[in-house]
Structure formats: C-alpha cells, structure tokens
C-alpha cells in the first residue's frame, strides 16, 4: 500500500489520453500530470532537447514524491525512457511498447500501422520495440502538423481531414488492418483518423494497455493506493491518512494556465477543474 501520486507528462494535452485511461482504471491513486505547452513541440525537436525536458520534468515530478512516473508522450519515451530508466529508481512505464502489445493482440493479418511525430518515427523507437513481436510487420509514417491542430483544439475541422488524407497515405498504401495511434495526441483525432482509414482498421491507442502495465506494476510491489474503509486495507494501515478517500489529481502546466484548463476539461473530463502554473527558471 502506497499513497503517494502517479505521475505522468507530456509536451502538452495528449498525455491526457493516458490519464483518462489510469483514471478509468485505478480511481483511488493520487495523480500529478504535467504537460510542458510553454515547450510544445516536441516532435519536430532534435532528441537532445528532448531528453533535456525529460529529465528535468522528471526530476519536477519526483519533486511531488510520485511512487511512479508514467512517460505519457511517444516522442519522449523515444528519446529518453531508457536514459532516465537508467538514472531513477522510481519505476517508469512509457507508451510505446503498451500500443505495440494491444497491436499485436487486435491485428489478424500482421500488417500494423504506426503513426507518430517526426522524432518518434525517425528514433526507430517502434521499429526496435516491434522484434519482440516477430509476426508483425511494421509500416511508419509521421505526421507532422497533427498535434498542433490538437493544441488549438481543432479535431475535426475539413483541414484535418485534407492533412490526414494526406499523412494517412503510406498506411492506407499498405493495407494495414490495425494502426497504432504513436502520439498520444492523435487518440483525440480519432474521428477523423478513423474516417480516412476506413471501418475495417482497428485504431490502436497506447492508454488503456499503459493503465494496466502502470496496474500490473503497482500490484507487483503492493503499491496500489487503497482508500480507507476500501476493501484490502488493515486497521491502521499507515499509506492513507483519515481525509483522504477522494483522489487528488494535479494538473501543471508550463504554458497558459486557461487554456489548458478550457481544452483539457474538454477533452479529458470535469477532472480538470484546477491548473497550476509552472515557469522554467
Ligand atoms: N504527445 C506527444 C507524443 O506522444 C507529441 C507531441 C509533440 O510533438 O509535442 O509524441
């Protein structure tokens, strides 16, 4: 038993596709999200820059006492996961092998799409990750210009059509049956990506089967957050005080505050209903 928050970033709104997912699935854990807006974007970036964020969001998370750190954005688990796997204790589960594992569980033809940014796509990340599932063979494409639509909170707009239309061509030339939604972004194009792609590909998003690895791991250690009166909690036990039932959820932002708040809450839910600013020194 372990009371202290999850934490999880992003370059901006999409991580918050993976916290609905961990808010879905482990409603009593404590959460600290940030996403670095004042810093976004990170796909196009070289990944020394990246990595640079990412240790230094890290060490802002660790900050809060996080029990584990949820690398909630494809382009930075690409450059950095394995750097800060290295220097941290604390466990830290990324996005990418998740989304390939969901892949390689819907395809029946083998033939898996992956859609990310430019960094993400020309890391190999995905490429890497998919030997561990050798009956699939992999078609990348990036999609340069998808998440900046997001960020503006345009989802759906004739523009986003035309652009996916566009993007979308490399996958549809391959007859893929499944792609893998590699920006945690791009879940919230859904429709449109869905449109173009057509009804017979399954879309593939890394946050549900990253809620169950983050699960899987809590309950390896027994740190999953009990909240008292809960079934599984002793008399006494020391993780959560009296007062604590209600999770507490955190949402940090590096870019404007009101933004954030306006299109977080409408994309993940009434859970966004506070945002704090964060200015980089
Ligand atoms: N959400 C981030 C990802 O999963 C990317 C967005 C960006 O380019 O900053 O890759």
Request: aromatic share 8%.
């Amino acid at each position: 038993m372990d009371g202290r928050p999850i934490g999880v970033f992003d370059s901006g709104l999409g991580g918050l596709t993976v916290v609905r997912a961990l808010l879905d699935l482990l409603p009593d854990e404590h959460l600290v999200y940030f996403g670095d807006t004042g810093r976004f974007p990170y796909g196009p970036k070289p990944r020394e820059e990246v990595l640079k964020y990412a240790f230094e969001i890290t060490e802002l998370l660790m900050g809060h006492d996080v029990k584990l750190i949820v690398v909630g954005c494809n382009s930075a688990a690409a450059a950095a996961l394995t750097e800060l796997r290295a220097r941290y204790e604390v466990p830290l589960t990324g996005v990418i092998e998740p989304g390939l594992r969901a892949a390689a569980a819907a395809t029946r033809t083998g033939r898996v799409g992956v859609i990310g940014t430019v960094g993400t796509i020309a890391s190999g990340a995905y490429q890497r990750a998919a030997a561990l599932w050798p009956g699939i063979e992999l078609t990348c494409a990036a999609c340069p210009g998808f998440v900046e639509f997001v960020e503006a909170g345009d989802v759906d707009s004739d523009q986003v059509f035309v652009l996916a239309e566009r993007l979308l061509a490399p996958v549809r030339a391959a007859g893929v049956d499944t792609l893998v939604l590699g920006c945690t972004h791009y879940p919230l194009l859904a429709r449109t990506i869905g449109d173009v792609m057509g009804r017979d590909v399954v879309l593939v998003s890394s946050g549900e089967e990253t809620a169950f690895e983050v699960a899987a791991v809590l309950d390896a250690v027994g740190a999953r957050r009990r909240p008292p009166g809960g079934s599984g909690v002793a008399p006494g036990d020391p993780g959560v005080s009296p007062g604590e039932a209600d999770a507490r959820r955190t949402f940090l932002t590096s870019g404007d505050p009101a933004t954030f708040r306006t299109l977080g809450s409408h994309f993940l839910g009434p859970e966004v209903d506070a945002v704090e600013a964060w200015r980089w020194s």
